[in-house]
């Protein structure tokens, strides 16, 4: 079995995964300034409040980053999704048999949140920026997957993979080699390969290009602690996030089909070099494993029941990054966790083990502190008064309304469900999300107990 190296130098090792029980959905939150929204059970709608997500005060803008993160949390931080984030130290309010957050917890920053809602349960430090490592990677897929089709084939050139930084992770890719569009996003999911985001960049007009594009994208989420500097997160000066942006940027990944596809294959084989033999021109192919831990295992590390991805890091400055989502009984989560000061062997994803379980046993007998706001196209588009071409709220619409088409991805789909699709309604400035269709079987299968 492949196993992720530990390297000292500013590299990213990183990958992701899916592993579900039954379909769920959460609010859709897309880059394509799509509606944002609750699932609505099959026969009836939950509604969501967006009260708080649609009010970030003024003084929410984040402060420019800093060349590099400081020891400690700044005294004030953006107030995005609530005050209580902008504050230094754990934030939790602990109800009625709710379970004490759990100990050893080292991490400089870590966000628990409820995936469909929006409530954030817990958090510490949730928007000390910091470099992000190659969890920012979430924010390159989530930005230009709409944009080519999977099918699409591209011949690398020797430009396409300029300017990688040194130790940079790579899946390899091969110059003179084709590959689809397919090909290069499990490199970038599963490898976390360097050379598939430039590579993909290529194709975008370049890196500069990249960069803008995702910043731009960011800012549409009010993912406002990120600014983006290299496409695959690679250590670089002021290029830093944190863990709400993290979370949000994951969340509105969730909501592509193609993205959730990625995220959910464990290992897969793939293109290698095209050789002659006997005359005949024969691609080769070899085995890539995902390396998200929580998903395949590890010897100190055992698969997550229900984890659903989606992005883990290592970079020198950042430290170990992971932003996972899990479902359990109905209840989908999102944790992230940023820099533990443990050192140990996978202590990342060990943290962020604990985070979920307690998550589980918390949800419901918390009270929120704060929560994940909607993107700013949603606000521009909830105007009072019910939209004429949408049905009244706990209606159920045949078709979806307010979705932008392009190639690939169109950014809809039942949250963590890869063969979903969701249908969004805007009425009254509430958003509704129907499901629409189950899991396929492969991901039932990994998910049973």
């Known amino acids: 079995m492949w196993r992720e190296p530990v390297h000292r130098t500013r590299s990213n090792r990183d990958a992701a995964g899916l592993r579900l029980g039954r379909p769920v959905t959460f609010a859709t939150v897309s880059a394509l300034k799509k509606i944002a929204g609750r699932r609505l059970p099959v026969a009836s709608a939950a509604v969501l409040s967006l009260s708080l997500a649609l009010s970030a005060p003024a003084s929410a803008t984040p402060r420019s980053p800093s060349a590099s993160p400081s020891a400690t949390p700044p005294a004030g931080m953006s107030t995005i999704g609530g005050a209580r984030l902008g504050r230094p130290g754990t934030q939790v309010n602990l109800g009625d048999g709710a379970p004490v957050l759990p100990k050893g917890l080292s991490a400089r920053s870590w966000i628990v949140a409820d995936a469909e809602s929006g409530e954030v349960l817990a958090a510490h430090n949730a928007h000390w920026r910091l470099p992000p490592a190659s969890t920012l990677k979430m924010l390159f897929a989530d930005t230009l997957l709409p944009k080519f089709p999977k099918t699409t084939e591209h011949k690398v050139e020797p430009a396409d993979l300029e300017g990688m930084g040194e130790g940079s992770s790579i899946v390899p890719l091969k110059e003179g080699e084709t590959y689809t569009v397919r090909d290069l996003w499990l490199g970038v999911f599963l490898r976390s390969g360097n050379d598939a985001v430039h590579v993909l960049s290529a194709m975008n007009d370049g890196v500069a290009q990249t960069v803008e594009d995702m910043q731009a994208h960011a800012d549409e989420l009010q993912a406002l602690d990120t600014r983006v500097v290299s496409p695959d997160g690679y250590d670089a000066k002021k290029q830093v996030s944190s863990a709400y942006d993290l979370t949000l940027i994951a969340r509105s990944g969730m909501q592509k089909k193609?993205?959730?596809?990625?995220?959910?294959?464990?290992?897969?084989?793939?293109?290698?070099?095209?050789?002659?033999?006997?005359?005949?021109?024969?691609?080769?192919?070899?085995?890539?494993?995902?390396?998200?831990?929580?998903?395949?295992?590890?010897?100190?590390?055992?698969?997550?029941?229900?984890?659903?991805?989606?992005?883990?890091?290592?970079?020198?400055?950042?430290?170990?990054?992971?932003?996972?989502?899990?479902?359990?009984?109905?209840?989908?989560?999102?944790?992230?966790?940023?820099?533990?000061?443990?050192?140990?062997?996978?202590?990342?994803?060990?943290?962020?083990?604990?985070?979920?379980?307690?998550?589980?046993?918390?949800?419901?007998?918390?009270?929120?502190?704060?929560?994940?706001?909607?993107?700013?196209?949603?606000?521009?588009?909830?105007?009072?008064?019910?939209?004429?071409?949408?049905?009244?709220?706990?209606?159920?619409?045949?078709?979806?309304?307010?979705?932008?088409?392009?190639?690939?991805?169109?950014?809809?789909?039942?949250?963590?469900?890869?063969?979903?699709?969701?249908?969004?309604?805007?009425?009254?400035?509430?958003?509704?999300?129907?499901?629409?269709?189950?899991?396929?079987?492969?991901?039932?299968?990994?998910?049973?107990?």
């Open 258 to 449: 193609d993205f959730r596809e990625y995220c959910s294959t464990v290992r897969t084989q793939f293109p290698g070099e095209t050789v002659k033999k006997k005359g005949k021109k024969t691609r080769t192919s070899f085995e890539i494993q995902n390396t998200n831990r929580l998903l395949a295992g590890d010897s100190d590390v055992t698969p997550y029941r229900g984890i659903a991805g989606v992005k883990n890091g290592n970079t020198t400055n950042a430290g170990a990054t992971f932003t996972g989502v899990a479902e359990r009984d109905g209840r989908v989560l999102l944790v992230t966790v940023m820099n533990p000061e443990k050192k140990d062997h996978n202590e990342v994803y060990k943290e962020t083990a604990k985070l979920f379980d307690w998550g589980f046993g918390a949800a419901g007998k918390v009270t929120p502190v704060g929560e994940l706001v909607a993107p700013k196209s949603a606000r521009t588009n909830a105007t009072p008064g019910a939209s004429p071409s949408a049905p009244a709220a706990g209606k159920e619409s045949a078709e979806p309304v307010a979705v932008k088409k392009s190639g690939g991805s169109t950014g809809m789909g039942v949250a963590l469900g890869i063969a979903g699709g969701l249908v969004v309604l805007l009425a009254a400035g509430v958003f509704l999300v129907r499901r629409r269709h189950p899991l396929p079987d492969p991901v039932r299968r990994r998910t049973r107990p």
